[in-house]
């Protein structure tokens, strides 16, 4: 590393690591024309776990409407970090030179998660829906449409007027009701008949649930992909594990 700063001028300046941090260095060379040239690559996904790990093994003091708006993070970014994750698997399966990668990666035209998954089941046999959680990172995604967007949730609850049988709250959209329906099937949250603020879809004990998920299926993502190319990723998201601060 010392001569690699030398001859390439490879600068990064780290605060002093905390006895039990483990920082991945990602650092290629290649030669174009008359120049040498160092590309060092940072993969947000590794920043974005690594940061919600931190958060759900650490008591949260704070009103429930915090703690709420906590969630609806860490829902969003526990989607961005899965998007980000399946990206890179891709990108170093198809592209020899992190050069190369930049034009190649705006040709495949990758944007959303759906072409996402339709672009690595064309490229590996192992195909993504038959990964561990894999029905729970689609309902993250269903609720992450919703919430990136900023759409507001409506709760609707009906009462027969001859009778005065209050049905069960359901979510207006298909996307809420999908993700409600879900929730209770897995007994994260249960059927009520009554709303409440503080019993909204993206709590932190939601945002927990789903946290434990996604590690799940990008463990079995990692476990299961038969890329030679992998290396890169498998070394930096096992750094991510390690990681316990």
Known sequence: MPQLHKHFNVVRNFKKPMD????????????IDSHNISIVKTRLWSFQLMSINWLMRNPISASTNVQNGLGLMILN????????????????HL????LDRLDGMKKLDLGGWQKKKKKYNELFEKKIET????????????????ISHGETHLEISKREIATGATSKIESVGKSYQKVRLFLIKKNIIQETEVSSNAKVLWTLNISRFFHREVQMFLTSVMAGNESPKKMGVQAEFQTVLSNTY
Do not use: C, P, Q, W
């Not at 970014?77 to 899965?82: C, D, E, G, Y």
């Not at 990964?131 to 919703?146: A, D, I, M």
């Open 77 to 92: 970014t526990l989607a961005m970090s899965i998007e980000g994750f399946i990206t890179d698997i891709i990108a170093e």
């Open 95 to 98: 592209f020899e030179k992190d």
């Open 20 to 31: 039990n941090e483990t920082f991945h260095i990602n650092v290629s060379l290649e030669k």
């Open 131 to 146: 990964y561990n959680s894999y029905e729970s990172v689609e309902k993250l995604f269903s609720l992450r449409n919703n």
